[in-house]
């Protein structure tokens, strides 16, 4: 009997990205870029994170034109994003036969209390998180793979790196502690008993985690890779760029050859001017994406 | 016994814990110099295009093109069964093009499609091995001096030709160790 949607089948796909770069992208034309530069999947979408900032306005699901279209255009997987809360956007790219669902909080969100219940679904899900609480919480709603949030669309690498650094230093602390403290943690935390404990006992999540929000250059890519990111996001990043190819092709050999510093030197010769980026502090409460998730 | 795992992108970690689980040596390869003093390689799991990209990109295809014409191991899982194949579906050339068999890329459809289940592999005894396909490909032909190994609805998902090894499906992913001990009897005859 052949079993579809089951944890290994949903978080396998994931495992299987791993070292490798997903792209945002908004046009047929941008997925072949990114498939022929070596990404190991697009995320197809009306606006790069940076867009959505400067339009402002209501951020939902990309027109399953734009998605479909996309699908049609590349052969590696195909991934789409939906509001946080938003069943019938998930429902309606699963429909679709997207690859991956991204409930994102680069879109506005739906819900302002729950996440969507994802263990219902066959297609597998990423979702953000800035701490090990909140990857715990997403991963116990069936999220087969998790992202460190960082700040979308900013062109700005210092959020990704603490939310990676905070994962990261928490696991180390969670698989210190006895047993015995591990109830507390889980109540201090927010963070399910049962997968708490598999974090102890493992000294690690048990799904795939991806860098996210703020990756402009191959060395930021390595970056993420080196504070032991399993591969990376890339959003505005390279079709913001001055030249998209040399940038996407850049940063997926830095993110394979990411200890290769001499290389990474190479990679990085006129590449032309990345994108153009924010300074967190011109940034209101407000405006910043990273909070959205409960 | 020491094996190299591809590690230009995919699962290859998992890989190396289940021969090293097993007593091999295990190193990643990700340039052409990671090659030397190996008995056997393994292309893990991960998206084909970029894996075929990669290897180009670092001068690791010709390399591997030689070690597998003089008969040195290989094992291809999923996509590594397509980096091994000589003829692609739908592609206009193959990667590495050792190993006599046509195959069909996501030809079980896509991610939603994607499923497990227990296999009938007889190389490795009567017990169903735990099979899990993500996007996976098929052979829809093989040539002369192909073995199949297994087939699931009819299409062959485990083939062999000499000491090329391919499986349409991710042993890495799951604890059973038997056909990574099949690859290691395959090397220690090589």
């Known amino acids: ?44 979408l009306e606006r790069v994170p940076s867009d959505i900032r400067a339009a402002g306005g209501v951020a939902r699901m990309a027109d399953p034109t734009i998605v479909e279209e996309v ?26 036969g997207v690859d991956y669902i991204d409930e994102s909080e680069v879109l506005t969100p739906a819900d302002d209390k729950f996440h969507i219940n994802k263990k219902s679904f066959t297609v597998p899900f990423v979702c953000g998180c800035r701490d090990l609480g909140e990857a715990l919480r997403r991963i116990a709603e069936g999220a087969s793979m998790i992202r460190t949030k960082g700040e979308p669309g900013t062109g700005n690498i210092i959020e990704a790196v ?16 006895s047993e015995d403290e591990l109830v507390a943690e889980s109540k201090a935390i927010g963070a399910p008993y049962e997968l708490l404990l598999e974090v102890h006992n493992k000294g690690a999540l048990p799904v795939v985690n991806f860098a996210a929000g703020g990756i402009a250059t191959p060395a930021d890519a390595a970056l993420m890779m080196e504070l032991g990111s399993d591969g990376v996001f890339v959003g505005s990043g390279i079709f913001k760029s001055e030249s998209p190819e040399k940038f996407a092709r850049a940063i997926v050999q830095a993110t394979t050859h990411y200890q290769d510093y001499a290389l990474i030197a190479e990679l990085s010769k006129g590449l032309g001017t990345p994108m153009k980026g924010i300074e967190l502090s011109t940034l209101a409460e407000n405006e910043r994406m990273a909070t959205r998730g409960w | 016994m020491k094996i190299g795992v591809l590690a230009l992108q995919g699962a290859f970690r998992e890989h190396r814990k289940l021969f090293e689980d097993l007593g091999a040596e295990t190193t990643l390869v990700k340039l052409p110099e990671h090659l030397e003093g190996l008995n056997g390689l393994v292309i893990p799991g991960g998206e084909s295009t970029t894996i075929g990209k990669l290897l180009r990109e670092y001068n690791l295809l010709q390399p591997v093109q030689s070690l597998g014409q003089e008969g040195f191991p290989i094992l291809g899982t999923c996509a590594g069964m397509i980096v091994l194949a000589k003829q692609i579906l739908g592609a206009p050339e193959p990667h590495l093009g050792l190993m006599d068999i046509t195959v069909d890329r996501n030809s079980f459809g896509r991610q939603r499609e994607s499923f497990e289940t227990d296999l009938d592999i007889p190389v490795i005894g009567s017990e169903l091995f735990p099979a899990v396909f993500i996007r996976a490909p098929h052979v829809q032909k093989v040539g002369e001096g192909v073995t199949v190994l297994a087939r699931y609805n009819d299409r062959v998902v485990a083939a062999r030709e000499d000491n090329l090894v391919a499986f349409s499906f991710h042993p890495e992913l799951t604890g059973d160790h038997r056909l990574h001990r099949y690859f290691l009897d395959i090397v220690e005859q090589a």
């Open chain 1, 1 to 44: 009997m052949a079993k579809t949607g089951t944890d290994i089948v949903k978080r396998g796909m994931a495992e299987m990205q791993k070292g490798g770069v997903i792209m945002d992208v908004v046009t047929p034309e941008q997925a072949k870029i990114a498939e022929a530069a070596g990404a190991v999947a697009v995320m197809a």
């Open chain 1, 71 to 96: 699908m049609k255009a590349v052969s590696i997987p195909v991934m789409a994003k939906c509001r946080i809360g938003h069943i019938v956007e998930a429902r309606v790219l699963e429909s679709m």
């Open chain 1, 162 to 177: 603490k939310h990676q650094r905070m994962v990261a230093a928490q696991i180390r602390r969670v698989q210190g502690m």
